[in-house]
Structure formats: structure tokens, C-alpha cells
């Protein structure tokens, strides 16, 4: 069967629709988003934030499990779920009450509490790793990860996959296009040029991943387990076992990012697949959302960085961060952990993303579009072309964003949030089916709508 594809002066002309729809409908949001412009850059307080695909974003006036309220009254599936921050839910009952009791007995005191130690207790049990230090956010456990590994190896450089996100860490933010490394476009204000700091290979590539890993001036290979920035790029089989082989050989630590594969279960993909990384990183919704992530490490790190260690000096050593393993974020990453990302919860939610995923491929092969989706736990993500791609290059090439721009908004307009760099749709413990089947639904009338006759 030949595929049907879609025209771009189609996707204009709905997209426009779209745009004075969404307008017409949020009076309120537009009202703020105006006055915003003379306090706030862009009238955002992130500048991500303008990416959401209207003319200006909603502002939220509530939120609770999988359900987000704006402030003109609209009620929206929020598949979005904060990117990740919020894969919990919005304010599980749990973490509220918590946040309440552990606020009464300070939030910050610079010092540990008993909390600090069931999390790092946790955080062992779930990625088999025995040392954890606590930082605010995934960028900043990244961040200090990286210093960590750069310590322990005397080593320069470190090494990242093509498209790869971690965060705005500064040797991260770069790409390799045509053969040519540099920093990515949009990157504000490189402190360096980052091919001063950073290797770029393609995932999947296990030939130029050696050749890289075989200089020796290679710190650290920062990875998630599956790619989940450029759409979810999996690893194809044999590909996890040749990085830990290579990394070994060569005595470069695995530091594994598992801020957004958390979807994967648990303890992320490490424990779903048995991987065995040097280092991982965990963030945003280990906290129900709020401010705190972790990074943890094998026992020969820990014994390797402890080496020349001396307190005296030590202070801050570039590891720092006043808030950080405070005492009201130990107590949310230990209830979130205790209570809601359970591991029965997490058989919901996937359950969840099975069903997402049966209704869009079903969506797409009945339009007959040469698209495809891909799910990794509850997790899921449609791209514009027929195959999952093997790599960033491949999946960026695929990117479309004005029809990207235009499902977002269609959505939008009927009550389902995705994120705006994304076609993902995340499940939460308090997702429903009837917020599944509407984000379904809505797909479906999207590609419908692009593709019934003029
Ligand atoms: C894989 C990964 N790591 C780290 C981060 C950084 O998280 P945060 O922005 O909460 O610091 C992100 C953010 O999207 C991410 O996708």
C-alpha cells in the first residue's frame, strides 16, 4: 500500500485555524501573557516557555493528578505532565501532605536528616549503585557527575551522542552537523567552544564510539539509557553491551542519565535491562516535581575520588549548591519513592501507555500515514516517518514542525497538553483511560482533519 502523505499548505491553512481558535478562546491567558511582556523577558519566566504552540501559553490556574486548569476556565489531559517533572501526577495527596508536616520542622539546615538516608538507601536498592549525593536539579546532578568523573579519571573530555539533552550543562549543548561539531544552534552563550570539551558520536554507532573511547582523553560517556530528546531512539540490541565493554576497556566511567527513562520503571532501564553503569543521574519528578535530583556511584568511584580528597580544602569544590539535600526534598524524593512511583503504580501507568500506543498506531496505519510510535515503559512518542530512527541525525531530519506545531495546537484546543518539544504522551499514576482515549481521539480527528478533502 502506497502511503498517504500530507500537504504543507494543508497543514498551514489548519494550523492558522487553529491559532485563531486557540486566541478567540483564552481571553485570560492572553490578558496576563500581555501584561508579562513589560516585567518578564518575552513575558515568560523560562524561555522555553514560548515554545507551546499558540501565540502565547496558557497560565495555569490548577492542577491535581493528570489534570491541568487554566485560567480562562479550560480543562486539559495534561499528557505533558511537566516533561517529567510531574510523572507522578500533580500534587500526589501523599507528597502534599508531607511537604506540609516536614515545612513545620524547617525546610534547609544544612544538615542531613534521617530521610537522606532512606532516599540513598532507596536509590541503592532501585539502581544498584552504593554512593548518592543529592543535588536540585538533573542538570546540576549532571553537572556535578561529570566534575566527579573528570576527578577520578584526570581526564579532559567528555563524550555524549549526537542530539543527545541533559540539561543546559554547557559541554552538552553541542551537535555534530554534516561532520562538523560546534555548538548547537540556540546555544546562549557557549563559555567555550565546546569541541574544546566534548566528543559527539552517533547512538548506535559502536565503530566511532571506539574510535573516540581509544584517544584516552575521554572523562566520561554521559548517555540516557534509550535516547528520549530527539523522540525515544532505543538502543539496538547488542549496542548497551559494547559501550559497558568498550567503556571498561578503555577505563572510561558510564555515567547513565535516567532522568526521563525513569519511565522505564523503578530503578529506569538500569534494573529493566540489567545495565551496570559507573554513575547514574535521576531528577525531575524523584520529588513529585519539586527541586531535587540525585546522582549516585560504584564503589571504585567513591574510592577513586576519595583519594587526595582533603575537607579542609574541599569546601565546595565545585559540587555545591546551599539548597541542596535539604531537609524538604529528602522528605518528598522519600515519600515520591515510598508512595507514589511504586512499582505497582508504575503497572498502571504503563498499562496506560500500552493503550496510548495501540490507539495511535491504529490511528496511523487506518490514515495510512507512514508514521510510527514508540513506547518505552509509559512512555510514548509518534515520529513523522515510517521507521524508528538508529540515531539523532536520522530522527532531526524526520522533524516537521509546523505539522508538529499543528497536532500540538489541535490538541491543545481540545483539552490535551503535549509537550511542545515532543510528541510524547506520558501516563501518571493518576492518569485515566477516559484522558488516554481522549488524547487518542484527538489524534485521530487531527489526522482526519489534514486529510479529508478540501
Ligand atoms: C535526560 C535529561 N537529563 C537531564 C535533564 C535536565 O533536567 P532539569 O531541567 O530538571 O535540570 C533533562 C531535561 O529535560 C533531560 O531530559
Redesign the pocket.
Given at each position: 500500500m502506497r502511503a498517504h502523505t500530507i500537504e504543507q499548505t494543508r497543514v498551514a491553512e489548519a494550523f492558522e485555524r487553529e491559532r485563531r481558535l486557540f486566541a478567540d478562546e483564552h481571553p485570560r491567558s492572553r490578558e496576563l501573557f500581555d501584561r508579562a511582556g513589560s516585567s518578564l523577558f518575552n513575558g515568560v519566566p523560562m524561555p522555553f516557555m514560548t515554545e507551546w504552540p499558540g501565540d502565547f501559553p496558557i497560565y495555569v490556574a490548577d492542577a491535581e493528578g493528570a489534570e491541568v486548569v487554566d485560567v480562562d476556565g479550560h480543562r486539559y489531559a495534561d499528557l505533558c505532565l511537566g516533561?517529567?517533572?510531574a510523572m507522578t501526577g500533580h500534587a500526589p495527596p501523599a507528597t502534599v501532605e508531607a511537604m506540609m508536616e516536614q515545612f513545620r520542622h524547617g525546610a534547609s539546615h544544612m544538615l542531613p536528616t534521617e530521610d537522606s538516608v532512606w532516599v540513598a538507601e532507596e536509590l541503592q536498592r532501585r539502581f544498584h549503585l552504593p554512593f548518592w549525593q543529592f543535588a536540585l536539579?538533573?542538570?546540576?546532578?549532571?553537572r556535578f557527575a561529570l566534575r566527579v568523573a573528570r576527578h577520578v579519571t584526570g581526564r579532559p573530555k567528555i563524550l555524549v551522542f549526537n542530539w543527545?539533552?541533559?540539561?543546559?550543562v554547557d559541554e552538552t549543548i553541542t551537535t555534530v552537523v554534516d561532520g562538523v561539531a560546534g555548538p548547537r544552534e540556540g546555544n546562549v552563550g557557549p563559555p567555550i567552544d565546546p569541541t574544546m570539551t566534548t566528543k559527539v558520536v552517533e547512538w548506535n554507532d559502536v565503530p566511532a564510539l571506539e574510535a573516540a573511547l581509544l584517544q584516552g582523553d575521554i572523562a566520561c560517556v554521559l548517555a540516557?539509557p534509550a535516547m528520549?530528546?530527539v523522540g525515544i531512539i532505543m538502543p539496538e540490541p547488542g549496542f548497551h553491551d559494547a559501550l559497558r565493554r568498550l567503556t571498561r576497556e578503555t577505563g572510561t566511567p558510564l555515567l547513565l542519565?535516567e532522568?526521563?527513562?525513569l519511565c522505564a520503571g523503578p530503578g529506569g532501564c538500569t534494573a529493566e535491562w540489567g545495565l551496570d553503569p559507573d554513575i547514574v543521574?535521576v531528577?525531575?519528578p524523584l520529588a513529585s516535581g519539586l527541586p531535587a535530583?540525585a546522582y549516585g556511584f560504584s564503589k571504585d568511584v567513591s574510592e577513586r575520588f576519595l583519594e587526595g580528597w582533603d575537607p579542609e580544602v574541599s569546601v565546595t569544590g565545585g559540587l555545591g549548591g546551599t539548597l541542596a539535600g535539604n531537609a524538604l526534598s529528602a522528605k518528598l524524593m522519600r515519600v515520591t519513592m515510598e508512595s507514589v512511583l511504586t512499582q505497582e503504580a508504575y503497572r498502571g501507568m504503563i498499562a496506560l501507555a500500552d493503550r496510548y500506543t495501540r490507539g495511535v498506531r491504529g490511528a496511523i496505519d487506518h490514515a495510512g500515514l507512514a508514521w510510527h510510535i514508540t513506547q518505552l515503559g509509559c512512555r510514548a512518542e509518534y515520529r513523522f516517518r515510517a521507521d524508528p530512527p538508529r540515531n539523532g541525525t536520522e530522527s532531526v531530519q524526520a522533524e516537521e514542525r509546523p505539522l508538529m506545531r499543528f497536532m500540538h495546537l489541535y490538541a491543545l484546543n481540545r483539552g490535551v497538553l503535549l509537550t511542545p518539544f515532543h510528541n510524547m504522551a506520558l501516563m501518571s499514576p493518576a492518569t485515566t483511560e477516559r484522558q488516554v482515549d481522549l488524547g487518542v481521539q484527538v489524534f485521530d480527528s487531527a489526522l482526519e482533519e489534514l486529510m479529508s478533502e478540501a
Open positions: 516533561d517529567t517533572g536539579s538533573a542538570t546540576d546532578a549532571n543527545c539533552y541533559h540539561g543546559t540516557e528520549t530528546n542519565d532522568t526521563h527513562t543521574v531528577g525531575k535530583a
